[in-house]
């Protein structure tokens, strides 16, 4: 046996429970992994109209991120074009927000991707279940999450 560290938080995440839950919003990834604790629900947050990623304004907001910071992007937008350092779920890579950079940008923000994360594990999001409904049957079992007990 060569394991340096046992990892049992991949086999079963469980953070912070159950006392935290009263306090705050926790959001998992797809995958069962949790990427974001909150202070508010994700939904009170605004939306940007470029790609409804929701808005959180780092200096009167307290959260806290479990992700890793993965590539730097260029995107287009019609103000110009804006510099993102995207940030990905720790198990399974999924983009799931960013912070962004260029001349429409005057403060510090992070975003979050509409529809990458849900407040409750195992769930997919409305908006995913339907592009997920539309591929073969194949690919549809090999993706599904498995449900909690
Ligand atoms: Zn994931």
């Known amino acids: 046996m060569s394991y340096s560290r046992h990892r049992a938080r991949h086999h079963r ?25 909150l202070e508010r629900p994700l939904a009170e947050f605004p939306q940007r109209a470029t790609d409804q990623a929701y808005i959180i304004n780092n200096a009167t907001n307290m959260y806290k991120w479990n992700v890793k910071k993965g590539t730097e992007a260029i995107v287009k937008r019609e103000s110009g074009y804006e510099k993102q350092l995207r940030f990905g779920c720790p198990r ?27 407040a409750e594990q195992g769930v997919i999001p409305e908006a995913l279940q339907a592009e997920l409904n539309a591929t073969p049957v194949e690919e549809q079992a090999e993706n599904q999450p498995i449900p909690s007990p």
Do not use: H
Not at 13 to 36: A, S, T
């Open 13 to 37: 995440p469980r953070p912070y429970r159950p006392d935290q839950r009263k306090n705050f919003n926790v959001y998992y990834c797809l995958c069962g992994e949790y990427n974001l604790i």
């Open 92 to 118: 399974c890579e999924l983009t799931v927000g960013y912070n962004a950079s260029g001349d429409s940008f005057a403060g510090d923000y992070t975003y979050i991707i509409a529809d990458a994360l849900t």
